[in-house]
């Protein structure tokens, strides 16, 4: 994506806290799991390991419309509600990414497990520095800060106009950042499927730590989007 995150340094505070970064580095993921797989879990496939080049599309294609999104891990389904009316652009770029197949068989490559506590995916290369070819800025950002359980975020560089992409986040446990730092844009909310996330936050992160691949493998399959009829 972009050349200069090849230097960027982690910078995680004592209680690792930082918030999600598109831009930063984090452990190639591995599909070999370092704690037992549970029964519903089935190996995680080889990140593809490619980023593409795409146009942005549209706000227009997802704006005043909800969808539903049933994301297909190797440990089940994760359904989430998308809002296109609060977060049209987000919505718009995420639809596009589905239905090109550009989270097949991606990894969620980041685990966050301090005060706040976050699973972050959409990245295919598995490394946190991939994305679609494109950014754009943030928008539904909450006034004061907070991001409930089950909430699904993007995550961005420190660029709030372009700095956002592919990668996103789902809240495992109420979590706040300022507002004034500029946010993370919520575009759905996670109606089924959150003891999938509760497995990977209950394994931990790989090697230990608080911040870096999850102990256990997620993957995303495939995602397949549909509208919700008023």
Same mark, same amino acid.
């Not at 993370?184 to 209950?202: P, R």
């Given at each position: ?14 209680? *690792?806290?930082?918030?999600?970064? &598109? %831009? ?6 591995? +599909? %070999? ?6 029964? =519903? ?13 795409? &146009?942005?599309?549209?706000? $227009?294609? @997802? @704006? ?16 989430? $509600? ?8 987000? /919505? ?21 497990? @301090?005060? =706040?506590? /976050?699973?972050?995916?959409?990245? !295919?290369? *598995? ?7 494109? *950014?754009?800025?943030? &928008? ?7 991001? !409930?359980? *089950? ?5 961005? +560089? ?14 495992? @446990? ?5 507002? &004034?730092?500029?946010?993370? +844009?919520?575009?759905? =909310? /996670?109606?089924?499927?959150? $003891? ?31 509208? #919700? #009829?008023?």
């Amino acid at each position: 994506m972009l050349a200069l995150v090849l230097v960027v340094v982690v910078l995680v505070d004592a209680l *690792g806290s930082d918030p999600p970064d &598109e %831009t930063t580095p984090a452990a190639v993921v591995t +599909t %070999t799991p370092t704690v037992s797989v549970p029964d =519903n879990c089935t190996p995680a496939p080889p990140a593809p390991g490619t980023e593409a080049r795409l &146009e942005l599309p549209p706000p $227009e294609d @997802a @704006a005043g419309r909800t969808f539903e999104a049933v994301v297909t891990t190797n440990c089940g389904d994760i359904v989430i $509600e998308l809002d296109g009316t609060g977060a049209p652009q987000t /919505v718009a770029s995420f639809l596009q990414l589905s239905r090109l197949d550009f989270y097949r068989d991606s990894p969620c490559h980041r685990l966050l497990d @301090a005060d =706040n506590i /976050v699973l972050q995916c959409g990245d !295919p290369t *598995g490394t946190g520095q991939g994305g679609p070819g494109y *950014g754009f800025g943030v &928008e539904s950002v909450p006034d004061d800060g907070r991001y !409930p359980r *089950g909430t699904v975020a993007m995550a961005r +560089t420190s660029d709030v106009e372009r700095g956002t992409g592919s990668q996103f986040f789902i809240v495992a @446990a109420d979590s706040s950042w300022p507002p &004034e730092d500029g946010g993370y +844009t919520i575009f759905g =909310n /996670v109606t089924s499927g959150m $003891e999938i996330i509760d497995q990977v936050v209950a394994a931990g992160v790989d090697g230990g730590g608080v911040d870096g691949a999850p102990a256990l493998p997620l993957s995303i399959l495939r995602i397949a989007v549909t509208e #919700k #009829k008023v």
